[in-house]
């Protein structure tokens, strides 16, 4: 008996290996779309969203499949409508209970892009919610892989879902620590699954993309910084991220002597985050005088970080630097100049190496103004409005009636134009849109008329997207082929 459960167990760990990510799903709650803009009425909430606590496989820190807990954030009330599907990764969080499955660490934000029409992920992260040991914070391995692993597990969910359409478009967006791992799932993507997904568009916003570098610099240096506990969490989660590498600095061997209880305590998880951040502060003020967290480290280590590139603290870093690459999608990296928490050169930083390693369509944006600055909180909710309409540009919301309408439609390609012949119904205030595979638009014409060519001399060979709408209703959604 024992030999065969063996084996049922065995066979069950390879079908995960093989492609299965969901374990199940749950349904725990909704939210109106006047709920949703109660937040803020910008947020211009136009459905109503249903909540499921997911579980499903993910990597370890350690590259071992695991359980892992998330949430997902459905539209409803249209039950033929395919929605793009959004990648949104939290920010730091207080502890293993603070996590968006139990409706907290920032899910708002969750329901914000799904009462705009996007089905939405959101992670708890590996080590958070239901995933079991230390969170390895900051760690862009584990960020990308919870996230992409989600997606995957919501594309099975819609196979169990009658209701549930999603088409082939993929938003990435994050804050703060979320900004972080949205850049690492962007990059996972247009790396290692860009057979299964392609970024439409993707908005990282205030994320510490250069961790070895510019947030070292931010932290470790003469000013003060109130958020000392973030440099205790990602010590304990690098030791269980790079085991080997780092098997020599324990917390007794990083930190000072005054500080090692109370960290340890955040490591049992008897005190949550923001506990410890205070305790820390108090402990900087009554020995130094003042909030600087390069005090709470032993010299040869604050050394080592400020001035040793190969010590293994700073090669653990460096390795999840997440800003050294070219984003082939549509990019964003929204950023306020007075942010108090990850500064704003991360993004300037990003901005300059990502476009000379050739980024086409990257920029970073800030969200506020010399004479009205905004700190880490007071970003989040313009950067993330701002991502919001700047998605929205790209989003389609293809309908599965479209085929059922009177009016049919008929494309044909010819010397660089494409022709469009309607038939069995009028058309009165039309508008035809060309999009590309990502969703960026190309071509937006009106269409009053049943017949219309258009040339599309300017356009590369390949596929894209023909929309065809009255009086903002679709009729139309179909890819044609220039060749």
Known sequence: MRLVYTILISLAFQFVLQGQKLASFEPIGSYSKGLINFLDANIRATYDVDLYKVRYYTADALGEQHIASGLVVLPTGDSDIYFPIT??????????EDVPSNQMGGFQLALAFAGRGYAVCAADFVGLGDSPGIHPYVHAATEASAGVDLMYALREMAEQLPDLNLNDQVFVSGYSQGGHAAMAVHRAIELEHSADFTVT???????????????VDFTLGDNEYQTVAYLSWLVLGYQTAYPSELAEYSIENVFKEEYVADINEFAAETIDLWTLNDRMI????????????????????????TDDPTHPLSVALADNDTYDWAPQSPTRLYYCEGDDQVTYENAILAEEVMTANGAEDLEALRMDTDSNPLDHGGCVFPATLNALDWFDTFQILSSTSDFETETEVQTYYYDNKLRIELTNGLIRDGLMCIHDMSGRLLISNSMTDTTQEVDLSGLSNGFYVLTISESNQLIKSTKVFKF
């Not at 568009?201 to 947030?215: D, F, L, T």
């Open 87 to 96: 990648c949104y990764q939290h920010g730091t969080v207080g502890g293993r």
């Open 282 to 305: 108090a402990t900087l003020i009554n020995t130094v005088g003042t909030v600087t967290p390069k005090n709470t480290l032993k010299p040869e280590i604050l050394a080592a970080l």
């Open 201 to 215: 568009a993707a908005a990282p916003m205030s994320g510490p993309y250069s961790v070895s570098e510019r947030m």
